[in-house]
């Protein structure tokens, strides 16, 4: 970031800087799909500002329903953005950010009866060098660099319905 957003002008945006970090974050209260924030400075002296968010919660409040175009991405992006702008007078810029983390995701559907069956035979597969790993409603294979997910979004739509 340029330029550079010091300690006082971080604290009156609204961070904070949990103990024992170096970071100041400004995190979503529950339920809010603002974007959370990360500022940190490293050695070289050079501020970034970090922005995690899931396109679809930004738009519609859940991540339920996924995009389905690339017009759907950019709208998405864009909501994201002026989020951040209209928390921190931050002008952000997805287009041109720096993208360290993306999730893929892709719905199969397969009617509720059928869906325990289909993930219990999904949990005796084996990925090389993955580590398999039981979820209450399906399993994850996991390494150093990529994490592969199977599992019912009923589930855990119905799950976060009932706890909102």
């Known amino acids: 970031m340029h330029p550079r957003l010091f300690d006082r002008e971080l604290i009156n945006l609204g961070a904070e800087r949990p103990k024992g970090k170096t970071a ?22 050079i501020q970034y500002l970090s922005a995690r968010f899931s396109l679809p919660r930004q738009r519609w409040g859940h991540n339920a329903r996924l995009p389905v ?8 992006l864009g909501i994201a ?25 892709m719905d199969f559907e397969v009617g509720t009866n059928r869906t325990q069956p289909i993930l219990d035979r999904l949990e005796q597969r084996a990925l090389p060098k993955h580590k398999r790993i039981r ?3 399906g399993v994850e294979f996991k390494q150093k660099q990529a994490t592969v997910q199977v599992y019912s979004k009923f589930v855990e739509v119905s799950k976060q319905i009932q706890l909102g």
């Open 24 to 45: 100041y974050v400004i995190n979503p209260a529950k339920g809010d799909t603002m974007p959370a924030l990360t500022w940190q400075v490293q050695p070289n002296g």
């Open 69 to 76: 175009s690339h017009a759907d991405i950019f709208a998405d």
């Open 81 to 105: 953005a002026d989020a951040i702008y209209r928390a921190t007078g931050i002008v952000f810029n997805p287009l041109t950010a720096n993208v360290t983390d993306v999730h893929y995701a």
């Open 135 to 137: 979820l209450d409603h």
